[in-house]
């Protein structure tokens, strides 16, 4: 049926053809009890096509996938629930957040960080489900360290926590802003970002605003020694000296690199950057989603 859209919101792989990502498929007007997800691997190593497969499917809203150094993927749900493949076949557990989960960081196969709708930050550690729930509720959106002694998380009114391996410490916002996206580098260097253009630096010691223009920043990614950022129907941008420059005008909402490039999704696209040139196109979905 052509009256459904299909959202791909992750991408995550070892190489270029060991890709995977996760979709969302729903009929319009949006139903949020009547979104389907897919997690498909994909294979982009030739030029002149996209191969992939479903490799599971689920009649749950998906929201978030992350990938472990080892390969085993995680994603998290809107009902608060942990999907895996870690043990060869999907498991579900579920992470007590109803109110919904936005997004998951792996630090290792079993220390997995997440963060909710309700401004929920939960650490499974192996077994261990360590739950923090926020009593003002102030979402969360973002997720993303460097280990599980170095995490940061992110949200609205420019909310950012960071996780040193026992406690959680919250910084004084910078902007009222609602962040977006996280992006760990290094012990000295995160950054986060968001609605308006808003960019901010970590240095290891504080938080710093680098002004931008105006746009919805939804995703960011380091690659070849640069920070890159995705901004939806505005673009993508390059952190220049003066701020984010505009490179490519090509709608995508995130970025993940793999290897030797840059990757990014939006709607039904993917796209393929190596530093010079872009490939990619849409990807075909067949509702219901195939098992």
Known sequence: ?????????????????ELHYLANLYYEPIDS????????DLNMANNSE????????KEKWLTAMDQSENGYLFAVSMDGELYTDKSGNWEISDLQCPDGLNDIYAASDDKIFCVGVSGERVFLDGESLDI??????RRLNAIHGISAQNVFA????GLIYR????????YEPLTNC????????????TYAAGSKGVLLKWNGIDWQLIKNPEINITGLAWYKDSLYAAAGNDGIYVLGNDGFEKIKDICLYRLHTVKDFLF????????????????????????????
């Open 178 to 189: 609602n962040l977006l996206a996280v992006l760990s580098i290094s012990d000295k260097l």
């Open 33 to 40: 009890n009547e979104i389907s997800s897919i997690i498909s």
């Open 132 to 137: 923090i729930r926020d009593k003002s509720k």
């Open 163 to 170: 996780y040193n391996g026992s406690d959680w410490f919250e």
């Open 264 to 291: 990014g999704v939006g709607n039904r696209l993917v796209a393929r950057f190596d530093g010079n040139k872009w490939f990619g196109g849409n990807l075909e979905f067949h509702y219901p989603p195939e098992a």
């Open 50 to 57: 996209m191969k992939g497969n479903t490799i599971f499917s």
């Open 154 to 157: 992110a949200g609205d009114n």
């Open 1 to 17: 049926s052509s009256s459904y859209n299909a959202t791909i919101l992750r991408i995550t792989g070892k190489n270029n053809s």
